[in-house]
């Protein structure tokens, strides 16, 4: 049953897509499945590959690095900001769930945040990087299925929805959410599959998902508007948060928080992120 907030997403968002034809779908299911993990030689390689490009994109895009805490990454980011910095960005590794050695995980992050960025500069920062990325690989590290399952990133538009639009997509074929609730894994697979497993921008995030993103809370009392990356088989990779208004003394901004390992996950197009793990001192929980 369609929630109240959730009204069905325009026909037109369905009509008139090349990626909607027969042959496109086939194309698109022929990728779907995941794929088996890449021998430990190669997953390191890859992994240091890909932090490589990541540290030479935000170098091009002028981003200074600084050290930042993982806990409070965004407040301490946003000193920088405070302080006279245009643009930072940051490393991190945080706590995940149980399941790891000794029980504990650890994800890796990246943090970055500039001085007067609004949704649509994030959005565009966001899926420059990916496609950065996805350009920057070869199939001798990941193989030609993936390679040609990701050409579609450079080769094809890339959705926007609201969280409202995705709901209704959602709640229209069987997986309803209610209004302000988190899209759970599960529903954030669905979603990648009816929408042709292809990165899907959503806008208008609920802060019960900004929360995944260490960006909640970043604006105490001034409503700040969140938004996502969903990749296929990864879920939500990248989560943003523009800061419309300052507030005394401080400057107007905007950032993201990008998940390594899930970034990992999508381009290897594995089930599980921790497929993604090199050495047992860098375990995540499987979900």
Excluded at 9 to 19: E, G, I, L, R, V
Excluded at 198 to 213: K, V
Aim: hydrophobic content about 40%.
């Amino acid at each position: 049953m369609m929630t109240a907030a959730a009204q069905p997403a325009p026909a037109s968002y369905f009509q008139n897509d090349p990626q909607n034809d027969p042959a496109s779908r086939f194309q698109s299911a022929m990728f779907q499945f995941p794929g088996r993990p890449l021998p430990l030689a190669r997953r390191l390689a890859l992994y240091n590959r890909v932090k490589r490009i990541l540290r030479g994109y935000m170098d091009d895009q002028k981003y200074n690095e600084v050290p930042a805490p993982a806990a409070g990454i965004a407040a301490y980011l946003g000193r920088m900001i405070d302080r006279g910095f245009p643009a930072v960005w940051s490393e991190c590794q945080i706590e995940g769930g149980e399941g790891g050695p000794a029980g504990e995980t650890r994800q890796e992050m990246i943090g970055v945040m500039g001085a007067d960025r609004d949704e649509e500069s994030l959005l565009l920062l966001q899926m420059s990087l990916l496609e950065n990325v996805v350009r920057n690989l070869s199939a001798n590290l990941l193989g030609g299925r993936q390679i040609t399952r990701l050409d579609r990133v450079l080769t094809c538009g890339h959705r926007r929805l609201s969280y409202t639009e995705a709901c209704a997509i959602l709640d229209e074929h069987g997986h309803p959410v209610e209004p302000g609730e988190s899209i759970g894994p599960e529903k954030q697979a669905a979603l990648s599959r009816l929408c042709h497993n292809m990165p899907l921008q959503i806008t208008d995030l609920p802060e019960a998902m900004a929360a995944q993103g260490l960006l909640a809370n970043v604006a105490p009392g001034q409503a700040p508007r969140y938004h996502g990356i969903l990749l296929p088989y990864s879920g939500l990779t990248m989560i943003g948060c523009e800061i419309p208004a300052a507030v005394e003394g401080r400057f107007p901004r905007g950032g993201f928080t990008l998940n390594l390992g899930r970034l990992l996950q999508f381009l290897m197009g594995l089930e599980s992120v921790l497929d993604t793990v090199i050495s047992p001192s860098h375990g995540m929980s499987r979900v």
